[in-house]
């Protein structure tokens, strides 16, 4: 679908125009960055919300509301966007997650001017990600998204904040180098930078063996998602990241992993992606029990939600390299699920800590008396996140695993289906326990008089419930708009 109102264009920038705003005027009041940030992800949502409105569901394969303009004409390189039903549901979900993150942040008093600057600037890098068709732009936001997401956590973070900034910084560096070699062997076997070219395309012999080229994408898809033992900056950085950046770290940005595997490495090289799945597959449910196993022994409730996100990427992987049109669609939905669930698990960690000052499981207890809401809203985001049926957790992981056990093309992709099904048994019993000791049992006299959500916070979390239920009640609307851009990949592969 060939558009002339640059949506998409608008989508990215419209942020980069709210940080340009709030970096221009010379002495703004903290009231006023912080609405001027709030109309900037607001209106982003909106553009975003009209265009997936707009989608045409019977082009299937297509990607709609592109743009082309030449960028670099000496390497053939283009400002390229567009989406399909891959790309889409992300970018909803960055573009929510965006707005609620500025919402969540509107108690901060450490240099506002700045941390919303780099708050805007994190979200326009992570929609460029999720929209680009060129890998040398795909390549440029990619990193971008490193420059905001490193001063967040090394500024306004907490405890080892400067350790934790740049153990993600080395970590995804490390992961960019090797992806840089692999776009640049790419464009020298194919000379295109096309991502809708390089889908399917016949690579013969070439000077690098296929299977070397994809491993040196893949590896830092599989650093951001992250696939262990990739996955150690994580816990660290969640853990000592403010709320807002822990919200779009966990709900967005490490989307990115799963969405490039997707779009570069399977679309691009199908028989490699097949030949290695066994491999991938077992990492995944290696991931998927290590890190359920590991949440269970944390006391510190933004590590315990951390580990989690390690565990339910796993399902990601697993769903991915399953490598049929059922499971790949109940990757893209995991990921969808688990950005809302787990922003939403993240926020509320945010509340309880503001108005209890601990995060330590050993010093918190009985919290549903003094602050109801906060309790119910925390309840309902962990049995989400353990698949309770009529949320959205509970269609995202139902797909991953009936499509994983029903694949023929990998061998024994039932036996790693079932281990992956012992990651939910788990889930259940660190998501049940922290919930029963942080606000159900006896309560602790000392937080008599700690208060309940103000209007915003009910406002940003009540959000995030409705999205939960909708897609759990009536998740067709979000999975037919999937569905279309995953059956190209589906035929590639052959199934």
Not at 7 to 15: A, N
Not at 188 to 206: E, K
Not at 336 to 360: E, Q
């Given at each position: 679908?060939?558009?002339?109102?640059?949506?998409?264009?608008?989508?990215?920038?419209?942020?980069?125009?709210?940080?340009?705003?709030?970096?221009?005027?010379?002495?703004?009041?903290?009231?006023?960055?912080?609405?001027?940030?709030?109309?900037?992800?607001?209106?982003?949502?909106?553009?975003?919300?009209?265009?997936?409105?707009?989608?045409?569901k019977s082009l299937v394969g297509h990607m709609q509301f592109t743009e082309k303009i030449s960028w670099i004409p000496v390497i053939n390189s283009y400002y390229s966007?567009?989406?399909?039903?891959?790309?889409?549901?992300?970018?909803?979900?960055?573009?929510?997650?965006?707005?609620?993150?500025?919402?969540?942040?509107?108690?901060?008093?450490?240099?506002?001017?700045?941390?919303?600057?780099?708050?805007?600037?994190?979200?326009?890098?992570?929609?460029?990600?999720?929209?680009?068709?060129?890998?040398?732009?795909?390549?440029?936001?990619?990193?971008?998204?490193?420059?905001?997401?490193?001063?967040?956590?090394?500024?306004?973070?907490?405890?080892?904040?400067?350790?934790?900034?740049?153990?993600?910084?080395?970590?995804?560096?490390?992961?960019?180098?090797?992806?840089?070699?692999?776009?640049?062997?790419?464009?020298?076997?194919?000379?295109?930078?096309?991502?809708?070219?390089?889908?399917?395309?016949?690579?013969?012999?070439?000077?690098?063996?296929?299977?070397?080229?994809?491993?040196?994408?893949?590896?830092?898809?599989?650093?951001?998602?992250?696939?262990?033992?990739?996955?150690?900056?994580?816990?660290?950085?969640?853990?000592?990241?403010?709320?807002?950046?822990?919200?779009?770290?966990?709900?967005?940005?490490?989307?990115?992993?799963?969405?490039?595997?997707?779009?570069?490495?399977?679309?691009?090289?199908?028989?490699?992606?097949?030949?290695?799945?066994?491999?991938?597959?077992?990492?995944?449910?290696?991931?998927?029990?290590?890190?359920?196993?590991?949440?269970?022994?944390?006391?510190?409730?933004?590590?315990?939600?951390?580990?989690?996100?390690?565990?339910?990427?796993?399902?990601?992987?697993?769903?991915?390299?399953?490598?049929?049109?059922?499971?790949?669609?109940?990757?893209?939905?995991?990921?969808?699920?688990?950005?809302?669930?787990?922003?939403?698990?993240?926020?509320?960690?945010?509340?309880?800590?503001?108005?209890?000052?601990?995060?330590?499981?050993?010093?918190?207890?009985?919290?549903?008396?003094?602050?109801?809401?906060?309790?119910?809203?925390?309840?309902?985001?962990?049995?989400?996140?353990?698949?309770?049926?009529?949320?959205?957790?509970?269609?995202?992981?139902?797909?991953?695993?009936?499509?994983a056990f029903s694949s023929t093309t990998i061998p024994g992709m039932q036996v790693y289906a079932l281990i992956g099904v012992l990651g939910i048994v788990l889930t259940?019993?660190?998501?049940?326990?922290?919930?029963?000791?942080?606000?159900?049992?006896?309560?602790?006299?000392?937080?008599?008089?700690?208060?309940?959500?103000?209007?915003?916070?009910?406002?940003?979390?009540?959000?995030?419930?409705?999205?939960?239920?909708?897609?759990?009640?009536?998740?067709?609307?979000?999975?037919?708009?999937?569905?279309?851009?995953?059956?190209?990949?589906?035929?590639?592969?052959?199934?």
């Amino acid at each position: 679908m060939e558009l002339n109102l640059h949506l998409l264009s608008l989508i990215i920038f419209l942020p980069v125009i709210g940080l340009a705003v709030i970096a221009l005027l010379p002495k703004p009041g903290q009231k006023t960055v912080k609405w001027i940030a709030l109309s900037a992800t607001l209106a982003s949502f909106i553009v975003s919300m009209y265009v997936f409105c707009m989608f045409d569901k019977s082009l299937v394969g297509h990607m709609q509301f592109t743009e082309k303009i030449s960028w670099i004409p000496v390497i053939n390189s283009y400002y390229s966007l567009g989406v399909d039903g891959i790309s889409l549901p992300l970018v909803i979900l960055t573009t929510f997650l965006g707005m609620v993150s500025i919402l969540v942040s509107w108690k901060i008093e450490l240099r506002p001017k700045e941390y919303f600057i780099w708050l805007l600037m994190l979200e326009s890098s992570i929609l460029g990600v999720f929209m680009s068709l060129d890998l040398v732009l795909f390549f440029l936001f990619w990193e971008v998204e490193l420059i905001p997401m490193f001063f967040l956590i090394s500024i306004w973070g907490s405890g080892r904040k400067e350790y934790a900034a740049y153990k993600y910084l080395i970590y995804t560096l490390t992961g960019s180098a090797f992806m840089l070699a692999g776009i640049l062997c790419t464009y020298f076997i194919t000379g295109t930078f096309d991502i809708t070219a390089l889908a399917g395309i016949q690579i013969g012999a070439t000077f690098i063996p296929l299977e070397l080229l994809f491993f040196l994408l893949i590896i830092g898809f599989c650093i951001k998602l992250p696939v262990f033992p990739f996955h150690t900056w994580l816990p660290d950085a969640h853990t000592n990241a403010p709320t807002a950046a822990s919200v779009i770290l966990a709900g967005a940005l490490l989307k990115m992993g799963g969405y490039g595997i997707i779009r570069v490495c399977v679309s691009m090289m199908p028989q490699v992606a097949a030949q290695y799945a066994p491999v991938m597959c077992i990492l995944a449910v290696v991931g998927i029990i290590y890190g359920a196993g590991v949440t269970l022994r944390q006391t510190d409730l933004k590590r315990l939600i951390a580990y989690s996100s390690v565990s339910h990427m796993g399902y990601v992987l697993l769903g991915i390299f399953a490598l049929n049109q059922v499971a790949l669609a109940g990757a893209v939905m995991q990921m969808f699920s688990h950005g809302i669930i787990t922003g939403l698990l993240f926020a509320m960690v945010g509340l309880v800590y503001d108005k209890t000052h601990t995060r330590d499981l050993n010093n918190l207890r009985g919290l549903a008396r003094q602050m109801p809401v906060i309790a119910v809203v925390f309840s309902i985001a962990g049995l989400a996140s353990l698949g309770l049926p009529g949320t959205v957790g509970f269609v995202a992981e139902f797909i991953v695993f009936n499509g994983a056990f029903s694949s023929t093309t990998i061998p024994g992709m039932q036996v790693y289906a079932l281990i992956g099904v012992l990651g939910i048994v788990l889930t259940s019993g660190y998501i049940l326990w922290m919930l029963q000791r942080v606000f159900y049992e006896y309560p602790l006299e000392k937080y008599n008089h700690v208060g309940d959500a103000d209007l915003v916070e009910k406002v940003s979390t009540f959000a995030f419930v409705a999205i939960i239920m909708l897609f759990g009640i009536y998740p067709a609307i979000m999975t037919d708009i999937i569905n279309t851009g995953i059956m190209p990949i589906a035929r590639l592969i052959g199934m």
